[in-house]
């Protein structure tokens, strides 16, 4: 059967970064070459384990998105992006090209819009899926033909943990489809997105677990009891 691998660049390029944030991998010319090796030793890995009959790599366009245009506030407390990172892309693009791997790009759109449209797209026509990425966000993808890898760094060992709908309902107590509202409820701070006040991961996931969405819960207000 055809496998389809989507890769999260960005997601990638930071993590490979501030892996190395303590000893930065630095050239003869001075450059930071950190997030370059790490995101080339993650995409080694990947062809070299997973064995892929389709691959492609999603990058965030520059300039706002439709989710600006939607919320001016979103993302607006992020840090300008390290020089690091500013200078290795397009060496990482470049390096992606010489493996004759699409860059999957579009302005207006985020990559996580990209590769849950190939996503869908790829299931429809028959495919396996898995996305990697260290963006928690993606598991509202999570299906029984698309799997979501995130990586996580523990002890300075690295592992990936895997997420089909099982996994997902095992972890958080909801689905998929209804982790999305699950982080509506609580937000999230790492895009600028406010939650409902006084609401937390535990207590979205028990809200959506009990009344599967937003909308249903808030038909039940007078049910729902503080913690």
Do not use: C, W
Request: zero cysteines.
């Amino acid at each position: 059967m055809n496998k389809l691998f989507l890769l999260d660049a960005y997601a990638l390029i930071y993590r490979a970064y501030y892996a190395f944030i303590k000893n930065p991998r630095i050239n003869s010319k001075g450059l930071n070459t950190s997030a370059i090796l790490g995101f080339v030793n993650t995409l080694e890995e990947v062809l070299n384990k997973e064995h892929p009959t389709h691959i492609g790599i999603a990058f965030d366009p520059a300039g706002p998105t439709f989710r600006h245009e939607a919320y001016p506030e979103y993302k607006a407390q992020r840090e300008e992006t390290p020089e690091g990172i500013r200078t290795a892309v397009p060496i990482i693009k470049d390096i992606i090209r010489a493996y004759k791997i699409p860059i999957l790009e579009m302005p207006g759109f985020e990559a996580d819009d990209i590769i849950g449209t190939l996503s869908r797209k790829a299931e429809e026509a028959g495919m396996l899926v898995s996305v990697l990425s260290g963006d928690r966000d993606l598991l509202q993808l999570a299906t029984e033909k698309t799997l979501i890898k995130i990586p996580k760094t523990k002890g300075g060992q690295t592992t990936v943990e895997n997420y089909h709908t099982k996994d997902v309902l095992e972890l958080y107590g909801v689905t998929p489809t209804e982790f999305i509202d699950m982080k509506g409820l609580m937000g999230d701070s790492s895009d600028n997105i406010p939650g409902v006040p006084g609401i937390g991961e535990k207590t979205a996931g028990k809200i959506i677990a009990a009344y599967h969405s937003i909308e249903n819960a808030y038909s039940h207000l007078d049910e729902i009891k503080p913690n």
